[in-house]
């Protein structure tokens, strides 16, 4: 374990940059996006009149020009971020309280409309989906948060990892660990489903392991006038429901776990 404590001087340049880059923060660019959208959009509830928006967005002819939608895409998540699905439907339940359905209705029209559009415009099919600032804009509006107070939320939540990545350049020549993963493609999944199934039937196998462990010490005790042959029979009995249950279980987590791996 490393235990240092970082001097203002090392962490000048870590803040510095990714200072640089929250401002403006990341949350506040799809909620300024939306909001331009609103004001140039003449039905923001007609599919087809959104979608050319998105399309002048991808053409550098609507809003700050970048050429990007705010809030779409991963440099690590492409067929979705975990994150922005868990998140979303708190968004929900948030929007629907503060009586502002209609505006999260937009929110997910764009979510889903956006990767359609930057699949056909910029021939990008590997997947792209929202990130989890694409909604953050509209949650702070609907808790009422200052815009002036978006760049220190933004910071703060981020701090803890801009220390780490701080001191691993210091400690590894400046250099940031990155983990790499195997890509979730179908060969992938179906491997890692044979993995998952094995170690299900390694768990079957052991359950029946402890009740045939505690039958031999039911007999010994019977063997011993311990217990009486009723007793013996009762308690096979409810070891093996006991044991049934147990695998039933084993058999129902496998299954659902098979459906996520597979699901594309």
Not at 28 to 56: C, F, G, I, T
Not at 111 to 123: D, G
């Amino acid at each position: 374990m490393i235990c240092k404590t970082l001097t203002p001087e090392e962490l000048r340049p870590v803040f510095e940059t990714h200072l640089k880059e929250a401002f403006p923060p990341s949350e506040l660019k799809p909620l300024a996006a939306m909001e331009d959208l609103r004001r140039n959009v003449e039905d923001v509830s007609n599919e087809n009149q959104v979608r050319e928006y998105l399309y002048k967005l991808l053409n550098k002819e609507a809003f700050d020009r970048s050429g990007l939608i705010y809030g779409m895409g991963h440099a690590v998540y492409s067929i979705s971020d975990p994150r922005a699905k868990i998140f979303k439907a708190f968004v929900e339940k948030l929007a629907n309280e503060k009586k502002r359905h209609a505006e999260f209705e937009l929110y997910s029209m764009i979510e889903r409309m956006a990767p359609e559009v930057i699949a056909e415009k910029c021939r990008i099919y590997k997947g792209v989906s929202a990130n989890v600032d694409f909604y953050s804009g509209f949650v702070y509006t609907m808790l009422g948060i200052p815009r002036e107070l978006f760049t220190p939320i933004f910071a703060v939540a981020r701090i803890s990892g801009w220390c780490a990545h701080r001191l691993e350049e210091l400690v590894n020549d400046g250099k940031i660990i990155r983990l790499a993963f195997p890509q979730l493609t179908e060969e992938r999944r179906k491997e890692l489903v044979k993995q998952i199934a094995k170690y299900a039937e390694g768990g079957k196998v052991a359950i029946r392991n402890i009740r045939r462990d505690a039958v031999e010490e039911f007999k010994a005790q019977k063997k011993n006038s311990e217990i009486t042959e009723d007793d013996m029979k009762i308690a096979e009995k409810d070891i093996q429901k006991l044991t049934d249950d147990m695998c039933k279980e084993i058999d129902e987590l496998l299954a659902k776990k098979e459906k996520e791996l597979l699901a594309v």
